[in-house]
């Protein structure tokens, strides 16, 4: 029953209002390709670059991002700015909610302060994922598009200062990160901080345990200014597979809940139970990539976010002198993400929207059939919360 299922918190957004006519679209077109084809993406996942000046222990990106993957740490992997301002007017005429914006770490691409001041000219709303490093020289730009909007910043901050360096391989960078979430702080920006909760069964993947740590990472961000800080549950790199806490562990973390005027956000608790769940992935496609999408730094169009990078889910490549348009709306890029098959790419993956897909499969095959789509309806009308963009 459509009742019973614990939809994610991403979930529960693509579900939205907003995007209940792009969900119709995508049942009522069935296997028509030219229908499918005007269905222009709710979100953009946004990857201006793909370098990084940190070397992260448990790097979910550590497949594209510049110091460990395919590409060398003095490549520079930056997004053409033609396409960046292609993609900020597609978003702009076509009703896409927002980019969020990751990499890499953003605030290194070398337009940045040009696509965050375009992006504000043209009321995009963002979610940026920073590592903090680079805040305060992009401070200026950083105030001008974050004030009074709807957008936020969101830091990342994963271990306390002894830890620091060692797992982010910087050297006296907390301090810098801390000095420009207070930056922002004092001049009125909405700064989240989140914060990655390795448990102990983290050794188990080789990743180290950071939960003995959390009282003092608490304790930073709270002096930084940073008006919430969500803990969230850590991932095995290579499946994207929530770490389980234990027991303890939940209970140590549920004793910042409120602390001393910082907002504690705990792990949202459905996330570890999805881990469980049967993740067979047997629908011919994948439907949320249809509605949130990647584009890289090397302009190609990724199924999302877990296969950045990966030949098998580029759904599209921007070709110099092409634009967003004429590769979105084509046969072509319809066409190659119907052939991208789940099953076989996303196998090993647990998926956050794995109940999503399911669910607009379904309803697609109950629209085949009786020319309506109830269960669908039903679920939309259920939800009402409004389009928020997820990181
Ligand atoms: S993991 Fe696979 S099925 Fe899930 S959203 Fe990504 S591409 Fe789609």
């Not at 598009?145 to 830091?155: D, H, I």
């Not at 790199?237 to 973390?253: D, G, H, Y």
Request: proline share 4%; net charge neutral.
């Amino acid at each position: 029953m459509i009742s019973d299922l614990a939809l994610t918190r991403k979930e529960v957004g693509l579900l939205s209002p907003a995007n209940r006519g792009r969900i119709k679209g995508i049942i009522q077109a069935g296997k028509n390709l030219n229908k499918l084809v005007s269905v222009a993406p709710a979100y953009i996942n946004l990857d201006p670059t793909w370098r990084c000046n940190f070397t992260c222990s448990g790097c979910v990106d550590g497949r594209v991002v510049s110091r460990q993957g395919q590409y060398h740490v003095d490549q520079a992997v930056d997004l053409d700015w033609n396409v960046c301002q292609d993609l900020i007017n597609y978003a702009k005429f076509h009703g896409v909610y927002g980019f969020v914006v990751q990499g890499g770490e953003p605030l290194l691409y070398n337009k940045i302060d040009d696509f965050l001041l375009a992006c504000r000219a043209s009321e995009i709303i963002l979610r940026l994922v920073t590592n903090g490093t680079q805040i305060i020289s992009h401070g200026e730009s950083l105030v001008s598009t974050f004030s009074g909007t709807a957008s936020y910043l969101r830091v990342s901050i994963n271990w306390d200062s002894a830890h620091y360096d060692q797992h982010t391989g910087s050297k006296n960078s907390l301090r810098q990160v801390l000095t420009g979430i207070e930056f922002l702080a004092q001049r009125g920006i909405r700064v989240v901080v989140s914060s990655v909760v390795f448990g102990r069964k983290a050794e188990e993947y080789g990743l180290p345990v950071n939960i003995d740590q959390m009282g003092d990472i608490v304790s930073l961000v709270r002096s930084s200014g940073a008006s919430r800080l969500y803990l969230r549950p850590g991932k095995v790199p290579s499946t994207q597979a929530m770490i389980p806490l234990s027991e303890a562990e939940l209970a140590n973390l549920e004793s910042f809940d409120e602390d001393k005027g910082l907002e504690v956000c705990l792990p949202d608790f459905s996330q570890f139970r999805q881990a469980d769940l049967p993740q067979n992935k047997d629908y011919p496609f994948c439907p949320t990539s249809f509605f949130r999408i990647v584009v890289g730094p090397d302009a190609g169009i990724y199924a999302c976010t877990s296969h950045r990078g990966v030949p098998a889910a580029r759904l599209a490549q921007i070709q110099p002198g092409q634009t967003f348009t004429d590769v979105w709306h084509s046969v072509e890029r319809v066409r190659k993400q119907l052939q991208f098959s789940p099953v076989q790419h996303c196998r090993d993956n647990t998926c956050d929207k794995h109940r999503f897909n399911t669910l607009v499969i379904d309803a697609r095959e109950e629209f085949e059939r009786s020319g309506s789509s109830t269960l669908l309806d039903n679920l939309c009308l259920s939800i009402n919360s409004p389009a928020v963009l997820r990181f």
